[in-house]
């Protein structure tokens, strides 16, 4: 223990020690958090449906006929009708063959990509890839390389220098870069990939609801549906659930319920999630009106801050990174705001790197202009007094 409490002190004299703060409610454009109402603009919950009512029903009806847990691994008992109809509900939603649930984003990335790649093969991953894709390549026991950022000349030079040493090769980016809020090039990946005889694998916890026809994704955005091979996502995000999942090809999923990890070794999601998540879909096929909200609130947003003369960096998406570069200014800043009436997360190194720290912005489809208005003036003036701007 003399070690952790070492490493815990180092975390507080650098000033970087932080503990979560308590919500007393559910996530919405307003919340109480350690019992003060604050504009929140640092949730997932893109669309609002993490509170939706329509969810809520579907989830107690669930609750009645399931109960509460699914009980067992899926490969054993804990597959019930309900799983197998959202993995098809996924599968249609996405305009691919097949789908297979996770209990997390974070699994889905750690569990399939130690399960489709092996000693002998080549995984090419983004430097800006999320921390599960980043696991979930340590897991694996190919070899690993790292292009630039975004960088089609540095991915081609691997591709062209080593592809042929190798076996299967898997080239790995998120399909929204969940700090910066920039989009994958994935039509020159997929090109990139074709040449090379490689498969691709897009990471759409940030696409998934918010780019494309209907929320459908990155892959929907560029049209680019059966050309890319493993198309990952989450269902905490705009979905407003929980769980994970991965789309694609029949073989995938059917080969996943064998040699995916946490498939065989860790519960399911639980029923009224499934059904949760079931009805989420069918309110995004329906409407477009929650994801056109969010974007309008997001470039309102952004023009709000850069009328202030904020450093919002190069996003083409909702998350808007207030970039402070400074990381003990950056978490006194967060601390301030909160006080004044505004929740917005530091993100700090090793999140991201060093001299890059930012406050990550994430509107929602549940804020009024309004509470964008007031949200940024409070920033303004908050920054203003820390000397920041």
């Not at 640092?42 to 449906?49: F, M, R, T």
């Not at 190919?142 to 591709?159: G, P, W």
Request: overall charge neutral; aromatic content about 6%.
């Amino acid at each position: 223990m003399d070690s952790i409490s070492k490493k815990l002190m180092e975390l507080k004299d650098n000033k970087i020690f932080k503990l979560p703060p308590i919500s007393d409610g559910p996530i919405e454009a307003i919340i109480t958090l350690d019992g003060k109402k604050v504009i929140n603009l640092s949730s997932n919950n893109y669309l609002g449906l993490a509170n939706d009512e329509n969810l809520k029903k579907a989830a107690h009806k669930a609750i009645d006929k399931y109960g509460v847990g699914a009980g067992a691994v899926r490969t054993i008992v804990g597959n019930m009708d309900i799983h197998e109809e959202l993995d098809q509900r996924l599968a249609n939603f996405k305009k691919e063959e097949a789908a297979l649930v996770f209990q997390s984003g974070y699994m889905c990335n750690i569990g399939v990509i130690q399960a489709v790649t092996e000693r002998g093969d080549l995984i090419i991953s983004d430097e800006l890839n999320h921390a599960s894709i980043i696991d979930g390549v340590r897991l694996s026991r190919a070899e690993k390389r790292i292009f630039k950022h975004s960088d089609m000349t540095a991915l081609e030079t691997i591709l062209k220098t080593e592809r042929e040493n190798f076996n299967t090769c898997l080239i790995i980016t998120d399909g929204v870069f969940s700090m910066d809020g920039d989009i994958a090039k994935l039509p020159e990946i997929v090109k990139l990939a074709k040449k090379y005889h490689c498969l691709t694998y897009v990471d759409d916890a940030h696409g998934s609801g918010v780019l494309g026809s209907h929320g459908r994704g990155t892959v929907d955005h560029f049209n680019l549906h059966g050309e890319v091979d493993f198309i990952i996502g989450t269902l905490s995000k705009a979905i407003g659930v929980v769980g994970g999942y991965v789309s694609g090809k029949k073989e995938i999923r059917e080969y996943l319920l064998n040699r995916g990890r946490p498939q065989l070794f860790s519960t399911t999601i639980v029923p009224a999630a499934a059904a949760a998540i079931i009805e989420a879909l069918n309110i995004l096929e329906k409407d477009e009106t929650r994801t056109k909200k969010l974007w309008d609130n997001a470039n309102y947003l952004k023009a709000l801050l850069a009328q202030k003369g904020f450093d919002i960096g190069n996003s083409e998406t909702p998350i808007t990174p207030l970039i402070i570069k400074d990381e003990e200014k950056t978490i006194e800043l967060s601390k301030a705001l909160l006080d004044n009436g505004v929740f917005v997360s530091p993100i700090v190194f090793p999140t991201v790197p060093k001299g890059t720290a930012r406050l990550r912005l994430m509107p929602s489809s549940m804020h009024q202009k309004k509470h964008l208005e007031d949200a940024v003036e409070i920033i303004y003036e908050t920054a203003k007094n820390l000397k920041i701007v």
